[in-house]
């Protein structure tokens, strides 16, 4: 039978000295795991996925002019050893 402990973050059985422990209880937790493990996997994708297309943008940066209210796009280059600071009016 199930555990009346369970661990906070995905509720996997805490079995005490005195509770007996079931196949289906294990079959149970290995599922919740499994699926912990594939949503983290997903997570970590579209993290690095982001990354990778912002690393690829040459202006991945945006600004507001408080002035003209106008919205620009901004990066850094490198020119002839020396950095750049690109910009253009979206």
Same mark, same amino acid.
């Given at each position: 039978?199930?555990? /009346? +402990?369970?661990?906070? *973050?995905?509720?996997?059985?805490?079995?005490? !000295?005195?509770?007996?422990?079931?196949?289906?209880?294990?079959?149970?937790?290995?599922?919740?795991?499994?699926?912990?493990?594939?949503?983290?996997?997903?997570?970590? /994708? +579209?993290?690095?996925? *982001?990354?990778?297309?912002?690393?690829?943008? !040459?202006?991945?940066?945006?600004?507001?002019?408080?002035?003209?209210?106008?919205?620009?796009?901004?990066?850094?280059?490198?020119?002839?050893?020396?950095?750049?600071?690109?910009?253009?009016?979206?």
């Amino acid at each position: 039978m199930p555990s /009346q +402990e369970k661990t906070h *973050n995905i509720g996997l059985n805490q079995w005490q !000295g005195n509770e007996y422990i079931k196949r289906q209880d294990f079959v149970e937790d290995n599922f919740k795991i499994d699926e912990a493990i594939h949503s983290q996997g997903q997570q970590v /994708q +579209e993290v690095y996925n *982001n990354l990778e297309s912002h690393a690829a943008e !040459g202006m991945p940066h945006r600004f507001v002019d408080s002035g003209t209210g106008k919205t620009y796009k901004w990066g850094l280059s490198a020119i002839s050893g020396k950095v750049a600071f690109n910009y253009e009016e979206v």
